[in-house]
Every structure is written in C-alpha cells, then in structure tokens.
C-alpha cells in the first residue's frame, strides 16, 4: 500500500499553457535552498510551513482539475521535496499522466537516492539555477540560457522549440480579483502587475 505523505505546497494551478506542453496542472512547492539572485518567486524560499497536503489531496485537486495534458512540478524546490512528489508522481503515472519538473538543481546534482526517485518519473526536467547575468526572454520554459531542457522519456521527444514564438506568460484573476502572473513574463509586465495588486 502506498504512503500518504505531505507536501508543503505554496500555491497550484488548475490549468496553465505555459508551464510545459499542452494544458498542465502546475503545483508550486514552498521551499527552496538555493536562493538564486533575481528569483522571481522569493516567497517560496522558506520551508516553514505553508500549506502542508497529504499526497492524496494532492491528487484528488488534480482529479478535479478536468482534462489535462499533464501536471508540472515548479517552485520552490520540488526535489527539496523530492520523496513527497515521488509518491504523487508515481500515483499519476498510473493515469499515464505526463510529468514535468522545474528545478534549480543541475542533472547531475539529482543523482543521489532520494532525488533519483522523483527524476525517473518525470518525462521533462528542465534544470539549472537562474542567473540574472543569462537571463534571456522567449526561451521555452527557461528565465536563463544556462538552463536545460531535458526530454527524460520518449513521450515528448517529436517537441519543437521556436523559442522566440513560444507563449511565454499568462495572468490568471482570481475571484477577489487579485491577479497571479505565471510563465516567463518580461520584467515590465511583471512590474505592472505588482503595482496592481499592490505590492
Ligand atoms: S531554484 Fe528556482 S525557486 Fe529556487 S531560488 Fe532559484 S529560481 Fe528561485
């Protein structure tokens, strides 16, 4: 029988073009080590609690989320979590879902036991710290050119990158009307929509 652990979540998604291929449930984990300079989503760097879900309400917030393509792990620091998504993943692959990660980590830091776990589910990882000097807009799903896209199974693999025609960011209202900006969103519009929401 499978366990049911948490995962300490910042916020989710049910649907984003944006954040993989096709139409993606995207869970943002809360916590992240590595704390990179210009990180667009600091307030994911603690790891004291934020909302901590057991595995299965995970998965059932997914169930409810309608057709998907697949579901994106992001962050924070989902291989800081890596023993926690391992379990949600290997229940979603059942489901023949695809399964995609962002991380800070390079591929060869993910290499150790626990890590390995949640890797070898995933069909893309796209790794590698953001570094503000890299930084290029339009990449698929990077902030950085030092960042990499991994095709990890076949699943993927007939993927073009136009990376400069990609969709890039998406803005999605919520019903008290406060906005959450996703993707790879040039700073002007980032900036825009801080000052709306008035940060
Ligand atoms: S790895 Fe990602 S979440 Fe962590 S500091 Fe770097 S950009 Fe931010």
């Not at 869970?27 to 600091?42: E, R, S």
């Not at 290997?90 to 995609?100: A, G, I, Q, W």
């Not at 800070?104 to 069909?123: A, N, S, Y």
């Not at 998406?170 to 900006?181: C, D, N, Q």
């Amino acid at each position: 029988m499978d366990t049911d652990p948490v995962i300490n979540v910042a916020r989710w998604l049910p649907r984003s073009s944006v954040n993989g291929p096709g139409e993606r449930f995207v869970l943002w984990v809360q916590g992240c080590p590595l704390h990179c300079p210009g990180c667009w989503n600091p307030e994911t760097w603690s790891f004291a609690a934020n909302r901590l879900m057991a595995v299965s309400e995970v998965f059932n917030l997914i169930g409810e989320s309608g057709p998907i393509d697949g579901v994106t792990f992001s962050g924070g620091e989902p291989f800081a979590q890596a023993q926690s998504l391992a379990v949600l993943a290997k229940r979603l692959k059942r489901d023949n879902v695809s399964l995609m990660a962002f991380t800070g980590f390079e591929l060869d830091e993910l290499m150790d036991t626990e890590r390995r776990q949640l890797l070898d589910m995933l069909d893309i990882v796209v790794t590698g710290r953001f570094k503000r000097a890299a930084r290029v807009e339009g990449l698929t799903w990077r902030g950085s050119s030092n960042q990499v896209v991994h095709l990890l199974t076949s699943r993927h693999r007939g993927i073009q990158f136009q990376d400069a025609q990609e969709k890039r960011a998406e803005v999605v209202i919520s019903e008290s009307g406060s906005t959450i900006l996703t993707g790879f969103p040039c700073p002007d519009l980032r900036r825009k929509l801080q000052t709306l929401n008035g940060e």
